[in-house]
């Protein structure tokens, strides 16, 4: 009896080993396919075929809103000013992006939505980065609140004065906080566009920098300056005294 006892107590205890060890092979089991789930990427959305547009980063396929993510083109009822003369760039904004998928198939991959329910997208039409493009050609500026994917591209079309650069205008975005505001704006950029070129500056051997805050105030930095290094230029002087005459002023260094 007394070994019959023992034996059973023994087998017992494997048995709750056993089972001990085949629950944590469980646990990790389980453990594993979380963490590889978890770092599996989302899988972006595929949008492909005819597309309609609605302005000139606003597209239509198969039912679905579509926003060009990273670009900001002039709004529909958006005018841009040319040899003092205005003219419609929101309008031509549109027709240059219908002109890019006429007749043509669009694919686009998304894997966000906006407040608005659009599909933030990169789309292509053979190959060809519509978003890229638009920027490129001058109908779109590079929208760096959301993405700087396409700032060097609208650097190379302001220095080329396509488009939109050719011409005198508010960016989309301040277009839409109101036409005060855009009436203000277009007048400093009337006034800018008398001012000597960065390029030209440059070649003079021009070094002060000239660049516009957030706040919306014109600031000018000296070599040297904190903030000299890392500032983007928008315009570039050869003194102080053209820095301020252009409505400039110096950059507080504390």
Not at 5 to 20: H, P, T, V, W, Y
Not at 97 to 107: A, I, N, P, Q, T
Not at 164 to 190: C, D, K, M
Not at 194 to 200: G, K, L
Request: proline fraction near 4%.
């Amino acid at each position: 009896m007394k070994r019959l006892k023992d034996f059973k107590l023994c087998a017992a205890n494997i048995a709750s080993a056993f089972g001990r060890r085949l629950g944590m092979r469980r646990i990790r089991l389980v453990g594993s396919l979380i963490i590889g789930a978890l770092a599996v990427p989302a899988q972006a959305e595929i949008f492909a075929g005819t597309a309609e547009v609605r302005d000139g980063d606003s597209l239509v396929i198969d039912g679905r809103q579509i926003r060009l993510f990273g670009i900001d083109a002039p709004e529909l009822a958006q005018t841009c000013q040319t040899d003092g003369k205005e003219w419609p760039c929101g309008e031509e904004a549109k027709l240059n992006l219908k002109s890019l998928v006429e007749g043509k198939r669009v694919e686009c991959s998304s894997d966000a939505v906006d407040i608005h329910g659009r599909h933030l997208s990169v789309c292509n039409t053979l190959g060809s980065s519509l978003n890229a493009t638009m920027v490129e050609y001058g109908w779109a500026v590079a929208y760096r609140e959301y993405s700087s994917d396409y700032v060097a591209i609208e650097t190379r079309a302001k220095a080329d004065r396509a488009g939109i650069w050719s011409s005198t205008f508010v960016t989309p975005s301040e277009f839409r906080h109101g036409p005060e505001i855009a009436a203000e704006n277009r007048e400093q950029r009337l006034t800018a566009q008398r001012r000597p070129q960065a390029q030209q500056a440059k070649s003079y051997g021009c070094t002060i920098k000239g660049n516009r805050n957030r706040k919306g105030q014109w600031i000018y930095h000296l070599p040297g300056m904190p903030y000299y290094d890392v500032t983007r230029p928008e315009e570039i002087f050869c003194s102080e005294a053209e820095a301020r005459a252009a409505g400039y002023r110096r950059a507080i260094v504390r």
